[in-house]
């Protein structure tokens, strides 16, 4: 079990914002990134080399693993089969079981159901049949979500009755789907939990986090959960990272239930560093992007410990117009992804507003 020395060099499949902020901070380690992604991205802007290609030619990114050390992503959508040309050439962190697992609402449900830990009501729907098998099993009120290619509340529709249901799977063209029961939480938090190449795990605080128009509008820390809480969410995340043998950054979304007999619910995973996370960038003495490079290198991982209480907030299309006004505000840090064009629900940038820890 080798520590990747500084001057290796990190694959990253995908080429934006996460890519990015990896990418930097690969910087102080002395560790260089090299990306791959079938667009150019804000990531192509600070990497040490970047390369254009489609996710689905095998033998190019076979070709670009053969260039680095060892390869991560940045994205949970790699397709499989690059996953595993890439790993013909170099380890990929974290391994191709967690990318299956996490691609697929069924394969991620199921999995986590397996090891013994709550999630929401679910059952399959890929036909008329299993539509019908579904009302039965989950009833009528429900959340309708395809099992692939979802992301932000899209790829889904919100069932209110039966007669509701057909025309929300022709709605999302009769794409394989579960449909599952609705959870009445009081809010939602994430465990961003960071596994080392020797199974060493380590958690950051959890935050708060706020939508809005389904897609993460802040992250607040800390959260008001619950000690109690707060260890069995740890516990719940420890328990996916250490049974998928993961390594990196790993966000695991939940739905708190403060009454209920088992108060959190996993909704769903992310194998990958987390937006959720962005926070600890400025208020942890190492943040989730160090945290995922030091994981995926070899080497071991740095204190998640936070200095400071922080609120993350999300620039969403527009906002990022504001940017001198962040800039000028006090005990905020600015986080810009050069993108060219802020289009209406696009992740341009996030700031960190820090207060001292309490
Ligand atoms: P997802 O794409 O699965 O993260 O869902 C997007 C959002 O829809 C979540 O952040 C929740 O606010 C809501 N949601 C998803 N699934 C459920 C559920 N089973 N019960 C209640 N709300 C849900």
């Known amino acids: ?45 600070v990497a040490a080399k970047s390369q254009v290609g489609p996710f689905e030619d095998t033998d190019k990114i076979r070709a670009f693993a053969e260039t680095v050390d060892v ?17 013909a050439a170099a380890p990929v962190r974290p391994g191709p079981k967690a990318l299956a697992v996490a691609q697929d609402r069924l394969e991620e449900k199921s999995f986590i ?3 013994g830990i709550p999630v929401a009501p679910f059952a399959n729907v890929d036909s ?37 249901l057909a025309p929300a799977f022709e709605s999302l063209k009769r794409a394989p789907c579960v449909l599952e029961g609705l959870v009445p939480f009081a809010y939602e938090v994430s465990v961003l939990v960071v596994r080392s190449l020797a ?17 993460l509008d802040t992250s607040t820390v800390p959260s008001p959960l619950p000690a ?35 108060p ?23 943040g989730q992007f160090e945290n995922h490079i030091r994981a995926v290198a070899g080497w071991p991982i740095g204190p998640t410990t936070r200095h400071s209480d922080v609120t993350m907030t999300n620039l969403i299309g527009a906002d990022v117009d504001r940017w001198q006004a962040f800039a000028a505000e006090p005990d905020t840090a600015v986080h810009l992804y050069g993108k060219p064009e802020a289009r209406p629900g696009r992740k341009m940038g996030h700031v960190n507003r820090l207060k001292p820890r309490q």
């Not at 959190?264 to 190492?286: F, K, Q, Y």
Request: glycine letters at 12%; aromatic letters at 6%; charged letters at 20%.
């Open 1 to 45: 079990m080798t520590a990747l020395p500084p001057g290796s060099t990190i694959g990253i499949l995908g080429g934006g914002q996460l890519g990015r902020m990896l990418a930097l901070a690969a910087a102080p380690l002395g560790l260089k990134c090299h990306i791959y992604s079938d667009v150019p991205g804000p990531a192509f802007d």
């Open 71 to 87: 390869v991560t992503y940045e994205f949970e959508n790699v397709p499989l089969e690059a996953a595993a040309a890439a790993q």
């Open 113 to 115: 159901r397996g090891i």
């Open 128 to 164: 008329d049949a299993s539509l019908k098998a579904a009302l039965a099993a989950i009833g009528e009120a429900g959340i309708l979500k395809t099992r692939r290619l979802g992301y932000d509340g899209k790829g889904q529709v919100r069932i209110k009755s039966a007669a509701e």
């Open 199 to 215: 199974g060493e795990v380590r958690f950051y605080d959890l935050p708060l986090n706020t939508h809005k128009d389904g897609i």
């Open 228 to 262: 109690a809480h707060v260890a069995r969410a740890t516990e719940i995340a420890g328990a996916i990272a250490t049974a998928l043998d993961y390594v990196g950054v790993l966000g695991v979304e939940m739905f708190y239930l403060p009454d209920a007999a088992e």
């Open 264 to 286: 959190l619910v996993v909704n769903e995973i992310a194998p990958r560093v987390h937006n959720s996370g962005h926070w600890t960038m400025d208020a942890c003495l190492v």
